[in-house]
């Protein structure tokens, strides 16, 4: 199937490793012009450029903090500058941390709150805002929400990080309705426990626990979910928008393991 993304601008936030890095190297080999951003890892980021442009794209690779309004503004400038514009968003970059499972909900410091929400919601609504004027401007875009099952289905402790990633979904919704006119699509991919490089600290009883647990009897890649973002964020998607697409692997469809 031609996606229809031959020459067109993605941005993808969070792309040096992970979900992220799949879905730019995706985009790379429908011929899309890839902005990769980071935080912290240059190299990695570095290296997926390259592998996006052996698939067959264009890449250029954009420092970007969620918790830095300005330097968020200053990256989509930078994309730009380079490209014209911005076809397509996937905001996928993500700021961990927070308490400990064990931590009861009314102990965790407002301070850690905030820091969640900052960053995971409101350090997205500011990289939207900053890409909306060029999509309205050419007419067409789409934006992909990265969020997680966990924003659904919580997780055993406190939830700063899901109630953060369920704003996301809120958004999508109204989003969809002021941008729709002007041709942008709009829509959430809330993946599960995803077989990224973190996975394999978990120990393979709890990643076994949780594969068993959801339709398919296993977990996905990083691939798979970078699949169906690209299909979202490209023009083979007509109009599917303000939508919560549940990956595969998605918590919301599993139930806890171990809590």
Known sequence: MDMGLRGRVALVTGASTGIGAATARAFGAEGARVAL?????????????????????EALTVRLDLEDRAGIAAAVSEVVERWGGVDVLVANAVRWGGSDFSARFEDVPAEEWQAMVDANLLGTVEVVRQVLPSMRARRWGRIVLVSSGVAEEGLPGPGPYGTAKSGLHGMARALAWNAGSDGVLVNVVAPGLTLTERVPSLGSQYV????????????????????????????????????????????????????
Not at 48 to 57: D, H, I, K, Q
Not at 209 to 235: C, I, K
């Open 208 to 259: 076994d626990a949780f594969a068993a647990a959801v339709p398919s009897r296993r977990l996905s890649t990083p691939d798979d979910v970078a699949r169906l973002v690209t299909f979202l964020g490209s023009e083979a998607n007509g109009n599917l928008t303000g939508e919560l697409v549940r990956e595969g692997s998605s918590a919301a469809r599993a139930p806890h393991v171990g809590g």
């Open 37 to 57: 951003t980071y935080r912290t890892n240059k190299d990695k980021a570095t290296r997926v450029a390259e592998e996006v442009e052996s698939a067959g794209g």
